[in-house]
């Protein structure tokens, strides 16, 4: 019964990043921005919103014990950086390793992409110092979480500013597929867009809620922690079928949204949200927490290593493959 629930809930959330996310494809074409500005930006934070929903949910609105809802609250937010940086790169990738090769190029717009990994890096390295401040410290620790929330505020504006030139050189976004409300013979305007993005959204919560409850009921019968099965199960649940939009459109040669959609997440993810942790939980350096955030930037640093070098090949990102499985072995020793 408990699998049929989880599966039931990761299905609703499946289908309403669906809606989200074409709503989202349609709002950037409309608005006449860059492919960059839509995966980075629009699509990341769409396609964040059910891990996104999930710790917040159970910080504010969990269940009855404090400290489940802390676990499940740190697991998802380190989580879902760990698995994006990791994982999702060597997904994305393997998809497209018979097709290009091993030594094939991997061709996203670099200054849009090393932006996205500069401004993670510093803000996922001061979550990291966090750890170590003591949670009765208040006044560091508020001050390290109002950087990183001014960190993705620069960012944005960074990213929003360099929008006009790249439609110019040809990277504007187009939408890949009608809208889905448009499939029911509902015309497609900037009403049923918004529409179609707040229904998207409602389904988003109501599925965050109901993973939650079941991530509760799973931990003891697994004879795991709840923070370790939300380090691992939350955001391979939440975050990575919606990260099947990177495989497509890598696969479709569109590099730059397949790239911007995981390192845009990268920096929501690893700003706004440790922000709300350091702040609302004790945050501490537990062996899961402390090996998932070092994982997490040796992943994100090699891959911006790789992108100073000048050429993206393949085979790289299975490095990132590796240090995933690394984390699961320290988590589970």
Request: charged share 10%; net charge neutral; hydrophobic share 55%.
């Amino acid at each position: 019964m408990l699998v049929l629930e989880l599966f039931f809930f990761l299905v609703l959330i499946l289908i309403a990043a669906e809606v989200f996310v074409n709503a989202l494809e349609h709002l950037g074409e409309r608005l006449g921005i860059s492919e960059g500005v839509t995966g980075s930006l629009f699509a990341a934070v769409g396609t964040a919103l059910p891990e996104t929903l999930v710790p917040l949910l159970a910080i504010f609105a969990g269940t009855q014990n404090q400290q489940l809802n802390e676990e499940i609250g740190v697991g998802a937010i380190l989580g879902a950086p760990l698995m994006l940086s990791t994982l999702s790169l060597f997904l994305m990738t393997l998809a497209v390793w018979k097709r290009r090769g091993s030594q094939g190029h991997l061709t996203p717009e670099r200054t849009g992409l090393t932006r996205d990994l500069n401004f993670f890096l510093g803000a996922f390295a001061l979550s990291c110092v966090a750890l170590f401040v003591p949670h009765d410290i208040a006044g560091i620790r508020a001050a390290l979480a109002f950087v990183m929330v001014l960190i993705y505020f620069f960012y944005v504006m960074l990213t929003l500013k360099a929008s006009e030139k790249l439609v110019k050189d040809g990277h504007a976004t187009e939408a890949g597929e009608p809208m889905w409300l448009s499939k029911l013979g509902i015309p497609t305007n900037w009403t049923t867009i918004l529409i179609q993005l707040a229904a998207g959204l409602a389904l988003l919560v109501a599925g965050a809620k109901g993973f939650i409850h079941g991530i509760e009921d799973a931990a003891p019968l697994l004879g795991i922690s709840a923070l370790v099965l939300s380090l691992m199960i939350v955001p391979i649940a939440t975050e990575l079928p919606e990260k099947v939009n990177s495989i497509l459109w890598i696969r479709r040669h569109k590099d730059t949204l397949a790239f911007g959609n995981i390192t845009g997440a990268m920096v929501f993810q690893g700003t706004l949200l440790p922000a709300i942790g350091i702040l609302l939980t004790p945050w501490i350096p537990q062996k899961e927490v402390l090996a998932g955030v070092v994982i997490t930037l040796l992943a994100a640093s090699w891959l911006r290593f790789m992108i100073a070098r000048g050429q993206l090949r393949v085979w790289m990102l299975a490095v990132n493959g590796a240090l995933y499985v690394t984390y699961l072995i320290i988590a589970l020793a």
